[in-house]
């Protein structure tokens, strides 16, 4: 991830033609991938990509190992920032991950309010057919709201990311209702639904 401490920082690194503010997904090429950055920009030029190089160490020298960003000036899907992320050897060890008093064990999925051919370039990105208006990217699953028979009434959103699935452990730690979290059934489960404002998804918890 990049740490963004002003406004300014932030502009530089979003693409022109870019939403400000708008939610913003990385899809990181796995280590030992065949594919490269360089190869993603020679064959989505159309979208006007550009690539920014981050040193691991937070040097400025740009011979350092580090990780290599690839954006899009035109967005793969409207209204949200899509980018691919490499990194070099030597990669950094990774911290443990701490199990954390809600429960949550990782992202099941991102659910977008749009018409299937509006994710057509991303599944061209990610090398995935659009089966059943879902995609599938490794164990993580792109919904469209419409193809979601019991998906829970969710306000209205500026951007057309609308809701990010999380599975947990267990709902326990949601049982106290607050004004903004409630019990919901998802994909014929039982689900906890928090919801935000129109600016930011909402999160949708499940088993």
């Given at each position: 991830m990049i740490?963004?401490?002003?406004?300014?920082?932030y502009l530089d690194f979003v693409p022109e033609g870019m939403k400000p503010c708008c939610p913003g997904i990385e899809l990181a090429l796995p280590e030992g991938s065949e594919s490269s950055l360089a190869a993603f920009e020679n064959e989505f030029s159309h979208l006007c990509p550009t690539t920014i190089h981050v040193n691991y160490d937070g040097s400025i020298d740009q011979r350092q190992p580090g990780w290599n960003y690839l954006n899009f000036e035109t967005p793969v899907v409207t209204d949200t920032f899509i980018w691919l992320a490499e990194s070099e050897e030597p990669i950094p060890v990774r911290e443990s991950i701490t199990d954390h008093p809600?429960?949550?064990?990782?992202?099941?999925?991102?659910?977008?309010d749009l018409e299937p051919d509006k994710l057509r370039g991303f599944s061209k990105l990610v090398k995935q057919d659009l089966s059943g208006a879902t995609i599938k990217i490794g164990g993580i699953e792109v919904w469209l709201k419409n193809t979601i028979e019991d998906f829970p009434d969710v306000h209205a959103k500026i951007f057309p990311l609308i809701a990010i699935i999380l599975k947990a452990a267990n709902l326990d730690y949601f049982a106290a209702q607050m004004d903004n979290v409630r019990?919901?059934?998802?994909?014929s489960g039982p689900a906890v639904h928090i919801e935000t404002n129109m600016q930011s998804w909402d999160l949708l918890i499940t088993l």
């Amino acid at each position: 991830m990049i740490e963004v401490t002003n406004e300014r920082d932030y502009l530089d690194f979003v693409p022109e033609g870019m939403k400000p503010c708008c939610p913003g997904i990385e899809l990181a090429l796995p280590e030992g991938s065949e594919s490269s950055l360089a190869a993603f920009e020679n064959e989505f030029s159309h979208l006007c990509p550009t690539t920014i190089h981050v040193n691991y160490d937070g040097s400025i020298d740009q011979r350092q190992p580090g990780w290599n960003y690839l954006n899009f000036e035109t967005p793969v899907v409207t209204d949200t920032f899509i980018w691919l992320a490499e990194s070099e050897e030597p990669i950094p060890v990774r911290e443990s991950i701490t199990d954390h008093p809600n429960g949550i064990k990782g992202i099941l999925g991102f659910v977008f309010d749009l018409e299937p051919d509006k994710l057509r370039g991303f599944s061209k990105l990610v090398k995935q057919d659009l089966s059943g208006a879902t995609i599938k990217i490794g164990g993580i699953e792109v919904w469209l709201k419409n193809t979601i028979e019991d998906f829970p009434d969710v306000h209205a959103k500026i951007f057309p990311l609308i809701a990010i699935i999380l599975k947990a452990a267990n709902l326990d730690y949601f049982a106290a209702q607050m004004d903004n979290v409630r019990k919901v059934s998802f994909m014929s489960g039982p689900a906890v639904h928090i919801e935000t404002n129109m600016q930011s998804w909402d999160l949708l918890i499940t088993l």
